[in-house]
């Protein structure tokens, strides 16, 4: 492990949109319609470092937005607020995640593999190490919706490995595996903490954490509950499980209920404010941008009165330009800008359809 910061999160939130309907959400978009779906903030605010060559663990319980978290740093979905900050590439591995299951395995190595920007020669020097580390036999020209979970999770690890990223993302992809397959996992995730990379290992197999992560992240109900030392915070956690499934269901129910319910009211304002109170961040910030990293990103957002305005007067003048052509029909060529040398071409030779151009 050294210094060299891989990830840098600072106050990622991400609010959900709790819509009904598909039409809700467009109108919604169009801001046609006055009334807001019901919010939901999967993440509150979470701040930390990932160094390189560190395995760090997330823990929580079902739904305190582990997922939401990894696919945030691993690009495939935005952030609402906050800053992130990834230096190297990364490659996420959750069962049956980014798998296309009408195709083979075959294809799915091809296809994610370009996706990842290698080159053809390179995709075909990992295939066969892909294959014989997936173990998936003859299987490999099947589709992939033919798999069990356990052999899309054994794909899915192998592809990514093989992509050779710097930031290697486990969601929760060992937990179908048999444990052979597990410890060739570990393995490998064990060689590459030794090449420097780092690796973001989500989990609910609390000995795996405690076994491979330098550090855990314990996130509870989209609020870091605790960072920091594997042994101390899976201490606290293990008091923490221990407590919550002794409650009884309706105990349980209140509890969940409460917690969701927090997730739907809070706001961002309220993320300034308990800044301000105690920060969370690794290094203090002015309040400018601390501002700015509790303001909405731009991406998502109903779209603008400007935007608003351009796409009408764009529509207008598409309408006008019609009504006109309509009115007074001109032969197609004069009725077009100057044409191009290869349009020229094309009326030359074809002199009695000129309507084909
Ligand atoms: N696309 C979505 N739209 C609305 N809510 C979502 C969406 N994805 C996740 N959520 C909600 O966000 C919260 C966090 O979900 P997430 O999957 O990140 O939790 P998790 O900790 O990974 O859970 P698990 O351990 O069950 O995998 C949950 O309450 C979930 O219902």
Known sequence: MDDTVKIRARLITKE???YKTRADKVKAMLSVHKGKAPDFWALKGVSLEVHSGEALGIIGINGSGKSTFSNIISGIIPPTSGDLEIHGDVSIIAIGAGLKGELTGLQNIRVKALMSGMTN????EIIQPVIDFADIGAFIDQPVKSYSSGMRSRLGFAIAVHQHPDILVVDEALSVGDSTFYEKCMEKMDEFKSEGKTII??????????QFCDKVLWMHYGDVREYGDTEEVLTHYRTFTGRFN????????????EAKHKQAVFTLDDLYAREKAESSLPR????AELKQLCARNSIGDPMSKTTWF????MILAALALGTEMVRSPKPLKSALPAPTAVVQTIATETPSRPWKI
Do not use: C, G, T, W
Not at 121 to 124: S, V
């Open 16 to 18: 959900y949109d709790m």
């Open 121 to 124: 020669q390179e995709i075909d």
């Open 201 to 210: 290992f989500i989990s609910h197999a609390l000995a795996q954490v405690e």
């Open 246 to 257: 002794n409650l009884s269901k309706k105990e349980k129910r209140a509890y969940q209920n």
């Open 284 to 287: 203090p910030v002015s309040d």
């Open 310 to 313: 351009f796409l009408i007067a």
